[in-house]
T-cell receptor, first 113, second 115 residues
Framework: AQSVTQLGSHVSVSEGALVLLRCNYS??????LFWYVQYPNQGLQLLLK??????LVKGINGFEAEFKKSETSFHLTKPSAHMSDAAEYFC???????????FGAGTRLTVKP | DAGITQSPRYKITETGRQVTLMCHQT?????MFWYRQDLGHGLRLIYY???????DKGEVPDGYVVSRSKTENFPLTLESATRSQTSVYFC??????????????FGPGTRLTVT
């Protein structure tokens, strides 16, 4: 079975500080990994995805994530937080051959002025 | 370019009533999905459809019914609503699953309250 664990349901950072949102996965086969962002009262938007082409993936809005097989992790980072980054972030995993995608419980990011 | 739309955006219904949530996409995507979002659980898959007239259960299908007579529409019906079905429901679509890294595109969600 595949699953996703997001460490920390709430993360608070100051504007300009590093953003680090943690995601660990379990999968018996190489996974495809995704980060989505959800702004208030909106649906989910794709930030970035890992497709095995490169371990460091760059996404929209200055976010990036690194796939580390040895740690089964896919943490999301951004060097300098903006107020507009305040949102809920979801990590998701899909295994090869599966039709469904499994989501983590989400991490709510707060950015303080 | 409407993309993927859901209606209604907000719905209040009573226990035991039937309610249908609508989902429409304009991309002709093969795959469509219904998720529910609850605090602490993230998104959980209810049902999905690979094409018109092809549907399959997800992680939490009990109490829900889906149909897909046309590629662009994927309604979700709660046959007899219960309070535990109070949630935010998201519809999503995706191109062919032949490439698993294809992303899913999400609608804006329907907030359903069952009283």
């Amino acid at each position: 079975a595949q699953s996703v664990t997001q460490l920390g349901s709430h993360v608070s950072v100051s504007e300009g500080a590093l953003v680090l949102l943690r995601c660990n996965y379990s999968s018996s086969v190489p996974p495809y990994l995704f980060w989505y962002v959800q702004y208030p009262n909106q649906g989910l938007q794709l930030l970035l995805k890992y497709t095995s082409a490169a371990t460091l993936v760059k996404g929209i809005n200055g976010f990036e994530a690194e796939f580390k097989k040895s740690e089964t992790s896919f943490h999301l980072t951004k060097p300098s937080a903006h107020m507009s980054d305040a949102a809920e972030y979801f990590c998701a995993v899909r295994r090869q051959g599966d039709n469904d995608m499994r989501f983590g419980a989400g991490t709510r990011l707060t950015v303080k002025p | 370019d409407a993309g993927i739309t859901q209606s209604p955006r907000y719905k209040i219904t009573e226990t035991g009533r039937q309610v249908t949530l609508m989902c429409h996409q304009t991309w002709s995507h093969s795959y469509m999905f219904w998720y529910r979002q609850d605090l602490g659980h993230g998104l959980r898959l209810i049902y999905y459809s690979a094409a018109a007239d092809i549907t399959d259960k997800g992680e939490v299908p009990d109490g829900y019914v889906v149909s897909r007579s046309k590629t662009e529409n994927f309604p979700l019906t709660l046959e007899s609503a219960t309070r535990s079905q109070t949630s935010v429901y998201f519809c999503a679509s995706s191109e062919s699953m032949g490439r698993e890294w294809n992303e899913q595109y999400f609608g804006p969600g329907t907030r359903l309250t069952v009283t």
